[in-house]
C-alpha cells in the first residue's frame, strides 16, 4: 500500500478530485477520463467487491484502518489505461481535503475509479440473471436528477429487477451523487446506455420484452391490470421529473401503466414509482 502525505490542494496528483462540486465540469471530465468517483467507506467497498479497479484514494488519516485490507488487496493500479503502479493512497487534513473537492469530506474516503466497460444492449439482456436472461428491466428516458437515478438502482437492487438501461440523455448513474445515494447498487444491478431511444423499443421486442410506459392517459392499464396479465418479460419506461415520457416513446411502447392514487394525488416521484412497479411486479 502506497501511501502519500499530501498538504498542497493544488498537487497535479490529485486532479481527479478538484472541484467535485462542479457539476458541468464533472459530467464532461470524467467520462472523458474513463473515470468515475466512489465516495464513502461502504461504496469504496461495494465497488471493490464489484470488481472495479481503482485509481487512486483520497481520505483524512482517521478512515485509513477501515481500508487498509481492502486497499492492500487491490495491488496494482491494472485497470484500463492504468499505471501498473501500486495504486497511490492519498492522505491529508480535513482542511486540505475540502480545498481539494470543494466539500467537507465526512464520509470517509473518496476513491477515483476506472470506469468499466459497458455492456452491448443484447449483451445485458441475455446475460442477466446468471446467464438466463433477463425477465425484468428498467428503462430511464432522460431523467436528470443524480438523486432519482441513485433511488431507482437501490429499489432496483433491493426488490431484484434484473437490469436498467438508460436512454442516451439520462443522467450519468456513476456520478458521485448518484452512486452515493444508490448504497453503491449501482455497481451490482446490470445496467447499460441505449445508443438511441424510443428507437430501442424495438430492440426490447425482438428480446422478447412487452414495453409498458408508466404515465398518465386516458387508455392507461392501472398496474394491476398489468400485473394480470402475467407477461414473460416486461421492460418499463420511466420518464423524466419534469415532462414525463415523450410522445414517441408512448407512441412507441405497447402498453401505458398507470398507479391509481388517491388524495388528489396525480402522481408519484419517479423513484418512488419505480419502487411500487419493482414491488407490484416482484416474482
Known sequence: MQIIHVTDPADPRLADYTNLTDVELRSKNEPEKGMYIAESTTVIHRALRAGHRPRSFLMAEKWLPGLEEAI????????????????????????????????????????????????????????????????????????????????????????????????????????????????????????????????????LREHGFTVAALALSDDSLTLDEYVARGDERSAFVFGTEGHGLQRSTLAAVDHVVKIPMAGGVDSLNVAASAAVVFWATRA
Open 72 to 203: 492492500s488487496a487491490v495491488g496494482l493500479d491494472d485497470g484500463p489505461g492504468g499505471t501498473g503502479e501500486p495504486v497511490p493512497v492519498y492522505v491529508a487534513e480535513p482542511a486540505v481535503l475540502e480545498s481539494i473537492t470543494g466539500f467537507n469530506l465526512h464520509r470517509g474516503a473518496l476513491s477515483a475509479m476506472h470506469r468499466p466497460v459497458l455492456p452491448s444492449v443484447h449483451e445485458l439482456l441475455t446475460t442477466a440473471r446468471d446467464g438466463q436472461g433477463a425477465r425484468r428491466v428498467a428503462v430511464l428516458e432522460d431523467i436528470v436528477d443524480h438523486t432519482n437515478v441513485g433511488a431507482i438502482f437501490r429499489g432496483a437492487a433491493g426488490l431484484g429487477v434484473d437490469a436498467v438501461l438508460v436512454s442516451p440523455r439520462c443522467s450519468d448513474p456513476l456520478y458521485r451523487r448518484s452512486v452515493r445515494v444508490s448504497m453503491g447498487t449501482v455497481f451490482q444491478v446490470p445496467w447499460t446506455r441505449l445508443e438511441s431511444w424510443p428507437g430501442g423499443v424495438e430492440e
